[in-house]
């Protein structure tokens, strides 16, 4: 897989720390932090946009790191 150029993050307010997200991410960019909520390591994130379609929270967004704009 390539990198998009844009990275995921997701916001802790939605998290619930269900590990769904860490299991789908191909790169394993995703790990638990302690208080289960998920964090996404951006310098393994390739933007692949796997972690933001399966979350029912709606937690993981992709952003653009020149702007840090939300993009989806
Ligand atoms: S799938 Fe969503 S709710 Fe579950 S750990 Fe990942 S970001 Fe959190
Ligand atoms: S966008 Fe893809 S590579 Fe990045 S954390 Fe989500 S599932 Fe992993």
Redesign the pocket.
């Known amino acids: 897989m390539e990198k998009t150029g844009k990275t995921a993050l997701?916001d802790r307010e939605?998290?619930?720390?269900?590990?769904?997200?860490?299991q789908a991410c191909p790169v394993n960019a995703?790990q638990m932090e302690p208080g289960f909520?998920?964090v996404v390591l951006p310098e393994r994130c390739i933007g692949c946009g796997t972690?933001v379609e399966?979350?029912?929270?709606k937690?993981?967004s992709l952003r653009s790191p020149q702007t840090e704009a939300q993009v989806v």
Do not use: E, N, V
Not at 54 to 57: A, D, E, G, I, T
């Open positions: 997701i939605k998290c619930i720390g269900c590990g769904a997200c860490i995703i909520r998920s972690c399966l979350c029912h929270q937690a993981p």
